[in-house]
């Protein structure tokens, strides 16, 4: 009788407040802080007067470039964000949650796969006032470097990052394999035809009809998959226009470079065309070929796993770029067991490529410093001491210059000259298709390409759903490429 | 009487110490002294709870109403989302995929946790009972994440080391992972090896519970092997059953490291689970408008479901 008559504070009043507050906590813990204001939040406190740099990258190779770059800026201090995943889409879609949640960068890294997802969220900054002040420090890049991957770089007629790595998708050979099939590495001008040939004779079975050793094996992603047989075949997964702007640049940087003529302000993907015929034509090889028994059941991811077979002998050929060759040495693969040629030619020899760089955070505080940085991490010093390129080249420069013999002595492969003669004997080699959907679009690439790989669809069903679904995609994001409507 | 006394010789509060009611010397302010002190005990708890669960749910739940993608303002779309979710086959067929995988994974979890505590409590050497206990609840201490990695490895089909061993026995190549059927097969094994040793463990507590008096009058009756099992075991370990049932489902029905990383959802659809969806539509795709939709109607039908559980639990539990 006492307590339910004299207690000041009911249950369901403490309750009541308890409730309003945290509810109140709540919203104000998820409301959605603009990206920016949190800039710098996660690092640790700087000392007095010096600016901190907020940047995605490997802390292991970036090291030795931060070191040399503190030796002339002393102000700035560095505070590494190291983001892994298992692919480009997979890391895209953390740093887009890093992002959201307010722990903002100053510096971002992204491949090609992310690098319209990133502007056309404008997460990412266009460096075209920079890149004009500074033309004369950025002459001597630019010149080194092939206009595509540069032109790769751009979002409707800006420029976003300053290229530092590429992979255009070659064809691997392990010549061991090659040898005990009685074949040699095919020479630049190899087709289709040659190809399926030289798989077949590397194909080895056992008496059940079990394929021992593979002719040709290929991961189920963006960059690499099948899709450099779409593009050798005439075509592509999106249709390919090019978007107006960006004059200045191939005027400024490449004027008199054949290479550069006709080069705009970036790609666009304006509309699928993933059941076009061509496209069916390329899949219908790709099924042939796994039900054949010269293709292993395909995988997704970043293609570990066939580097491993590769190494061991199982298998014969993959489409990978120069940054299979330092994974191979590293692996144990010794100079000579492994070459590289272009890929072959059906209807064309058009390849794909996919280029890497440095992006500033648009809302960034630190901006003017982050790009002095981006600016000196592509200087010829720099990227000499990156750990992506040194002691083991991990991946391929997009410096003309640093490709050298010297380069690729210890590890091979001999014919390492095809890396940048991609570029050069075939400027019409184009980045693979990512546009500002591409997390959503390589979501909806692989899950088809792997139901028509197992054979739960056949190549022209898988195609048109595709295809569907990648048109609902581009309905339901009219916006994307603004200035196109 | 003295409720009485207190209430009506007070003078008003207001004319006082603002903190009276609390601090008075009777047994009125005693009792809530009392009660607050409760209250205070409670309130990291009850706060937690509101903001980390139950704040995220009213968030997610207004946040289901909106176009959002972080970087630009959220644009009220009303139920838009809802109607975009009950036309979207692939988020239908997650939700499917997701009760399937349960269907399998909380049966085979129930019946081997089960077996296993049966086995274990059994006429043992203590050391070997032990090392048996250690061994089946090892695997729940491991990260999904890297036994995913492994598992995809092992489970390859042309180069795995499981098909490899299987050859070595007559068996043909099994498409683990690349096969619908056989990817779903794996995903739930993967998963029961992993949570099959913390039920074995709530059922061992279970049993050790059980009465001895109850076992001794049973075996006086002559209730043996099966008999004994479906109509003294059984019974007195249903309250454990119905929290393994509970905490399994929903549990299952949130899977997502093993799929996402085994085989990505695929091949095709396959095994894309309804926490998949709602990770891809939320942060790969920006959609978090819709990737909160997905969550809510997700965390409806758990709530549904696991209501249901209780429901049958009551009719069917038997508690001491």
Known sequence: MISKQSTGISRREFLQWTGIGAATLAVAACAPAAPGAAVGGGAAAPAQGKIVLRMQVDPKQEQPVVDLYKQSHPDVDFDFVSVSGTDHEDIAAKILTLVASGQALDLGYAATEATQLYAGQKLSAPIDEYVKRDAADLKEYFTDVHPSLIQAMMFEGSLYQLPIDFNAANMYFNTAVLKEAGMETPKTDWTKDDFYNVAKAATKKDASGKTETYGYAWTNRLWGSWMPWIFVNGSNLLTEAEAPGGEWLWTDFYAGDKAAEGRGGGYRWLAPQANAAANVEALDFMVQLYKEGITPSIELGGGQTLQGFFTAGKLAMTPAGGFWAGGLANAGMPDGSFDVQLFPKWVNQRHQFGTAGQWLFDQGKNKDAAWDYMKFRISKDAMMINGMFNPVTLTTPTRRSMLTEERFAETGPANWQVFYSTLDDHPDTAPIPAPPVSNAMTQLFVNYTSRAMNEELAPQAALDGLQKELEDLYARNPDMYKKAN | ?320
């Open chain 2, 1 to 320: 009487m003295a409720s009485v006394a207190s209430t009506t010789t007070a003078a008003p509060r207001s004319s006082r110490n603002p903190f009276h009611w609390i601090t008075e010397n009777t047994l009125a302010g005693m009792e809530r002294r009392k009660a607050l002190l409760g209250y205070l005990f409670l309130s990291p708890t009850i706060l937690g709870i509101l903001v980390f669960t139950a704040g995220p749910v009213i968030f997610s739940l207004v946040l289901s109403l909106f176009r959002w993608n972080v970087f630009s303002p959220p644009e009220f779309i009303g139920l838009a989302n809802f109607d975009r979710f009950f036309h979207d086959s692939r988020a239908l067929m997650s939700f499917w995929t997701s009760f399937v995988f349960v269907v399998f994974a909380v049966s085979l979890q129930l019946v081997v946790g089960m077996l296993l505590a049966l086995v274990i409590q059994s006429r043992m050497v203590t050391w070997m009972r032990y090392t048996y206990r250690t061994a089946f609840f090892l695997p729940m201490l491991m990260s999904g994440a890297a036994t995913a990695i492994v598992l995809s490895y092992m489970l390859h089909k042309e180069f795995g080391a499981v098909n490899y061993y299987l050859g070595l026995l007559g068996v043909p190549p099994i498409p683990w992972l690349s096969q619908p059927g056989w990817a779903m097969a794996s995903i739930v094994i993967s998963y029961l090896w992993l949570s099959m040793g913390f039920t074995m463990i709530l059922f061992i507590g279970g049993l050790t519970g059980i009465s001895t008096e109850v076992l001794d009058a049973a075996d006086v009756d002559g209730a043996q092997g099966l008999t004994r099992f479906w109509n003294i075991t059984l019974p007195m370990v249903s309250p454990t059953l119905l929290f393994a049932a509970v905490t399994g489902v929903i549990g299952g029905l949130q899977v997502f490291d093993l799929p996402y990383i085994m085989t990505y959802g695929g091949p095709g659809d396959s095994t894309r689970t309804a926490v998949m969806v709602m990770y891809e539509a939320a942060f790969k795709n920006m959609e978090i408008g819709y990737g909160s939709t997905i969550a809510v109607v997700l965390f409806v039908i758990i709530l549904g479901v696991t209501a249901g559980q209780f429901g049958v639990g009551k009719r069917l539990v038997f508690y001491q």
